[in-house]
């Protein structure tokens, strides 16, 4: 490894020392496979246990409600507390947490493959999302950190298309585990991945943080996990609880009430955990709130886009998650080449043009015929997918370059809870358009059944399949009438989320300057000057 130098400059508006760290070319490359690696450990553990679910009931006698805690504690976790974490990795070390967060999150999941009980494996996966917490930020901010300016763009794009694309690797590596193996294997992969991210981390990325005389915030972090973590468990329990469940309701209002104080407290605050006067920059609001709708549609297409293809295609779990792959295959593609794109056209319609692609692949997917083919939904997901890779990178440059290097953890941090927050608002907005517009259209068949299949098939498209094996003559008419619904409460929920992003064109368009290019705000290089002697 070669041996940076770390020479220190000062932040005039802070008053803070910053590590600006000189890597070789080789190193920069150890450093961004060493970071994609830590990002992709998180990102098969967001999505690996979905497709475990039978098997975690039929072996530990998990209730649904345990089951949604398996799922959802982990990403609940990861989203309260990743701005206080991104934070503290500025303060001691970005590696320093980098290390102990790729060492606590592989004991963790090594942990979690031996539950024996389902509240013990909920408790593991909350501790699971808050070692996630230390590892998202700081692979981030050590890109901005260990990158030149020109070479920047591209090494986020990498890890963007990467933040995109590693759920649907989790899900095929689970699929294929859980058709094969037993569910503890599921585990397997994270780990695997997380050891090969740390012994690279080890061995070629350098140690970069804030030298801050301040205190560090620890009000604003309390406020800010109660703040977004209320309001993704509110997000996350109303599609399934109730919207006016007490759970969600209590979500809702501590984490509204945790947010209004947090933004009054960083005000006031001498050294904020986050200068919420930053989202005055255009730019850096139109990129939060595209990247909070992007993340909100790629999520919420990927629970939607496996019912489809398992439910009404026909396919296995495996083969749903293989098909995705092209969708994804794009996505990855597109992302490293986004920073030429913004550069040759500018950013503003760079970020146009990318989310006007999306809006028009979710318009293909609306109108889907009511027996879809494969063949029909592929040209909608490849539209996706190359929209989605374009749009991301700029999105996520906007607010890495929003803050100044010193502060690059919570940049990376603020970026993370975008993505995830947006991600949990498009699995409950487009998974409770879908339920609903399912439930419309199997009402009718639902009535003429026993009380006990109807009920099974007004719950969704998988329990209308389990009813039709107990119908005996009535079987194809529930199959038919599912699968009709679902398609209707599919077309619906595109048809929602191409306005949506039609809007978050016209948003960019508005806010964002004619004349941003692809260093948004201003790079780290230019916040920075020499430090007084």
């Known amino acids: 490894m070669s041996n940076p130098t770390t020479p220190h400059h000062a932040d005039p508006a802070s008053h803070h020392e910053v590590e600006v760290v000189e890597t070789s070319a080789s190193q920069r490359r150890w450093i961004l496979i060493a970071t994609c690696l ?39 976790a990861l989203a309260a507390t990743l701005l206080p974490l991104g934070a503290l990795g500025d303060r001691i070390g970005r590696r320093t947490v980098l290390v102990v967060g790729l060492v606590s999150f592989a004991a963790i999941n090594l942990a979690s493959a031996f539950a024996g009980d389902p509240w013990v494996l909920v408790g593991l996966r909350v501790a699971m999302g808050v070692a996630a917490a230390l590892v998202m930020p700081a692979t981030l901010s050590t890109i901005t950190a260990a990158f030149p300016a020109d070479e920047r763009g591209r090494a986020i794009g990498i890890w963007t298309g990467v933040a995109g694309g590693g759920g649907v690797i989790g899900l095929l590596s689970s699929a294929l585990v859980v058709d094969n193996v037993t569910w503890p294997w599921v585990f397997a992969a994270p780990i695997g991945i997380a050891i090969a991210a740390l012994v690279i981390t080890l061995t070629q990325v350098p140690d970069t943080r804030e030298a801050q005389e301040g205190r560090f915030d620890l009000i604003g972090s309390f ?33 509204i009430a945790a947010l209004v104080g947090f933004v009054a407290w960083e005000r006031r605050e001498a050294n904020p955990l986050l200068d919420v006067r930053v989202f005055s920059n255009r730019t850096l609001s139109a990129g939060a709130f595209s990247l909070t709708v992007m993340f909100a549609v790629i999520v919420g297409m990927f629970l939607v886009m496996i019912q489809l293809l398992q439910a009404v295609l026909g396919f296995s779990a495996v083969r749903s998650a293989v098909a995705l792959i092209p969708m994804i295959a794009t996505l990855m593609a597109a992302a490293p080449i986004a920073p030429n794109i913004s550069a040759r056209f500018g950013y503003r319609r760079t970020m146009v043009a990318s989310l006007l692609v999306v809006t028009g692949a979710l318009v293909w997917l609306a109108v889907l015929p009511a027996s879809p083919a494969y063949l029909d939904v592929l040209p909608g997901m490849l539209l996706l997918g190359l929209g989605l890779g374009v749009a991301m990178t700029p999105s996520t440059t906007a607010i890495t370059e929003s803050l100044p290097a010193h502060q690059q953890g919570v940049a990376s941090a603020l970026n993370d809870t975008v993505r995830e927050v947006g991600g949990a608002i498009g699995v409950a907005l487009i998974g409770s358009v879908l339920a609903a517009g399912y439930r419309s259209g199997v009402a009718a068949t639902a009535d003429t059944l026993d009380p006990e299949l109807g009920h099974m098939v007004e719950e969704g498209i998988g329990g209308a399949y389990t009813a039709a094996a107990q119908a005996g003559d009535a079987a194809p008419q529930i199959i038919t009438a599912a699968q009709q619904g679902f398609i209707d409460g599919w077309g619906t929920a595109m048809w929602i989320a191409a306005g949506l992003t039609a809007v978050t064109a016209v948003v960019a368009h508005r806010l964002i300057p004619a004349t941003a290019t692809n260093n948004v705000i201003a790079t780290t290089d230019e916040l920075l000057v020499p430090a007084r002697t």
């Open 38 to 76: 830590g990002l992709l450990a998180i990102m098969v553990s967001v999505s690996g246990l979905n497709v475990a679910q039978q098997a975690l009931a039929a072996d530990l006698g998990a209730s649904q409600g345990q089951l949604l805690w398996i799922i959802n504690g982990f990403t609940v």
């Open 223 to 255: 406020l800010s996990v109660l703040a977004i973590g209320g309001i993704v468990l509110g997000i996350h329990e109303g599609p399934e609880q109730g919207w006016v469940a007490p759970i969600t309701v209590a979500g809702f209002m501590v984490g």
